[in-house]
């Protein structure tokens, strides 16, 4: 039987952020988010050599951020002070709902991680290396989300300490899920894999119970911009959503990454494309990566896979990298 029991209630207050003008009530709006392939970078490096993973979340991470800009808001319905009913109040921290929120919560933990010693990567700003004498940690950052590893386990638990007297944050114990993606442990190393995310594709799309097909897409089939057009929202929809699906699936790599080329422009004929998408991503729905312990951490393998393929642009399309014997980075 489930406990279907209230435990207890919340409530957020956010921002009406369409109030905002740029460059009086905001500047920069932007957060950084961490590229699929330097987690699966990441992961490899924590495989091959046998370091463990650890996941944090910060709660709130949002109200963290000193704000730089004068911003004022009314006071919310039901904590309106009867002495002041027509004041308002000026913000010091963020709000969530804040345009610049999300930029503001980077900047404050950027400034966390560089006085502890970390600096980011040039690959990615949001992973941030730790390299001391022999030392060395691994930090990624999806908004609010991390995931941490390296080869001191001691070092780590100092800085998980650290972390926690300066925001408050929840040990999520070893690496399950980060950026969509499932991470499971196995008897030699880690299995990637989106099930959860691809059953959510599929629902949205209403193709949860469509016949699944082998293959993304047709043999030498080229798509252009010649065609009837096709303006339903789902089109769209289901491109980002295979997009992300991306993370651990190369197959459809290079059909989504060709269709969703012409989001601008759509057609019918695109719109059956990304519907076979979704059909294949239904009779993989299970598949995903496995990385395994290398010999070596360093780069054994890159390639190309077309050259001037497309027929409007004559985009090319590549590449594969394998670090150690797992591949990392693919794209089309």
Not at 254 to 265: R, Y
């Amino acid at each position: 039987m489930f406990d279907v029991s209230i435990d207890h209630l919340k409530a957020c207050l956010v921002a009406k952020s369409y109030t905002q003008f740029p460059d009086l009530d905001y500047t920069d709006t932007f957060s950084l988010v961490v590229k699929a392939s330097i987690v699966r970078v990441v992961l490899s490096l924590s495989v091959t050599n046998k370091w463990s993973l650890h996941q944090l979340d910060v709660k709130n991470a949002f109200l963290n951020d000193i704000l730089h800009e004068k911003v004022y808001m009314e006071q919310p319905p039901s904590y309106v002070d009867p002495r002041f009913s027509h004041h308002v109040c000026k913000l010091n921290k963020a709000l969530y709902g804040l345009k610049q929120a999300p930029r503001a919560w980077f900047e404050q933990f950027n400034t966390f991680l560089l006085h502890f010693g970390f600096s980011y990567s040039r690959a990615d700003t949001s992973l941030f290396v730790y390299s001391s004498n022999h030392d060395l940690i691994y930090l990624l950052l999806y908004v609010d989300d991390i995931s941490i590893t390296g080869n001191n386990s001691s070092l780590l638990h100092i800085f998980i300490k650290k972390l926690h007297s300066k925001f408050a944050t929840k040990d999520l114990g070893s690496l399950s899920y980060f950026l969509d993606l499932e991470v499971t442990p196995s008897n030699d190393g880690l299995f990637l894999s989106q099930t959860k995310y691809a059953r959510d594709i599929l629902s949205r799309a209403q193709l949860l119970d469509s016949k699944p097909i082998d293959t993304p897409m047709v043999v030498s089939h080229h798509m252009s911009l010649e065609g009837e057009p096709f303006s339903d929202p789902t089109l769209s929809i289901a491109c980002g959503c295979s997009a992300i699906f991306n993370h651990h699936e190369t197959k459809h790599s290079h059909t989504v990454n060709s269709v969703s080329q012409f989001l601008h422009a759509p057609t019918a004929a695109h719109f059956q494309v990304v519907k076979r998408i979704l059909r294949y991503v239904k009779g993989t729905i299970d598949f995903g990566l496995a990385f395994t312990p290398s010999s070596s951490s360093g780069l054994m393998a890159f390639l190309d896979a077309d050259w001037a393929g497309c027929l409007d642009i004559h985009r090319s399309t590549s590449d594969y990298s394998i670090l150690g014997d797992n591949l990392v980075s693919w794209s089309a």
